[in-house]
């Protein structure tokens, strides 16, 4: 993000728990926006070393179990070397029916790095609590909208935030525009929380993935392709009705279809955001993904293009005046 940024950004700060905060100033005293992708991922922490070199996991983040075997991670060790091992998995072959039907649990599973014993594993330079992540590559599918990757939840999010920085390169407006990257999202909105406090936001918007519900056996209601989807609620978050209307009158004035999300079970980076301060005015905006929290998920690409759409006139158009406005629409 800071990399890309570097033509357009008046600031770059951090906080302490390492989310990053890019700033683009506006004309003058505007009110400030945040737009905020969290850029972790789930993945797993090396729990312990059996004495054959296999390892096994502690989890960070949501996980089915029935997703990792036969899959490749990389374990980061402390020197920073990367190591790709396999997910182990048995073979069908005369497995017993309650063994075969059974979901694997993430403390049954282990990673083979093809050494014959611990001291192997120990000459490689692993220790427990190295970082373990799902290796997998970025893929276009058979339609080359959808693309496939592991960890678009949520760089996806980031990249569209830094996406709107860029797109104000050459044109005026008056509110501060900050993209922030966030961290440990995926283990309960931390570094949301500290960025929040890092950046003083008078407008947030959050971006995340959100569950697709269009493959065989759902109920077809978040399609993806579809266009801009606006999160009413989740878990952790109502979004601000007020600037969801913005949003939505924004969106009909440019030609953008938005459909409405309701999320029963999980949250995103506005449930911290919206709570710091004496609240902020916050809506999360997301992209449908199918199969996320796995090492493929897949994303649309005229759902980004559209939510950057979006999000470019808004941050673009933004004052004070509008602030107000959007403010008094909840009382
Ligand atoms: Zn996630």
């Known amino acids: 993000m800071k990399r890309w940024t570097e033509s357009v950004a008046d600031e770059v700060t951090y906080d302490n728990l390492g989310s990053i905060a890019i700033t683009k100033k506006g ?70 029916a309650d063994v075969r039907n059974k979901v694997m649990e993430i403390k049954d599973l282990f990673v083979d790095l093809g050494v014959r014993n611990k001291g192997e594993v120990e000459l490689l330079g692993v220790s427990i609590g190295d970082m373990v992540t799902p290796k997998s590559d970025f893929m276009v599918l058979g339609n080359p909208n959808f693309l496939a990757a592991k960890a678009w939840d949520d760089r996806i999010g980031a990249i569209i935030a830094t996406q709107v920085l860029l797109n104000l390169k050459d044109r005026q407006h008056e509110a501060d525009v900050v993209a922030v990257g966030t961290v440990q999202e995926e283990v309960g909105l931390r570094g949301a929380k500290t960025a929040a406090y890092l950046v003083k936001p008078d407008v947030a918007v959050s971006l995340d993935v959100t569950i697709a519900t269009d493959t065989p056996g759902d109920d077809n209601r978040i399609k993806m392709g579809f266009g801009v989807t606006m999160e009413l609620a989740d878990s952790s978050h109502l979004g601000h009705r007020g600037l969801l209307g913005h949003l939505e009158e924004m969106a009909k004035g440019l030609n953008l279809p938005v459909q409405f999300e309701l999320l029963a079970a999980g949250g995103t980076d506005s ?61």
């Open 27 to 96: 004309s003058g005293s505007g009110p400030k926006v945040m737009l905020a992708g969290h850029v972790d991922e789930i993945g797993f922490l090396v729990k312990s070393i059996d004495d054959n070199g296999f390892i096994r996991l502690h989890p960070i983040g949501g996980w089915w179990g029935h997703v990792l075997p036969s899959h490749p991670v990389t374990i980061t060790t402390k020197k920073g070397d990367k190591l790709t091992g396999l997910i182990g998995s048995k073979a069908p072959h005369g497995m017993p």
């Open 271 to 331: 449930g911290e955001i919206h709570k710091s301060f004496d609240g902020v005015i916050a809506v999360t905006c997301s992209i449908p993904s199918r199969y996320i929290h796995s090492h493929y998920a897949l994303i649309h690409r005229k759902d980004v293009a559209d939510t950057i759409t979006l999000l470019t006139e808004f941050v673009a158009s933004l004052n004070w005046d509008t602030v107000e406005k959007i403010r008094v629409f909840n009382r």
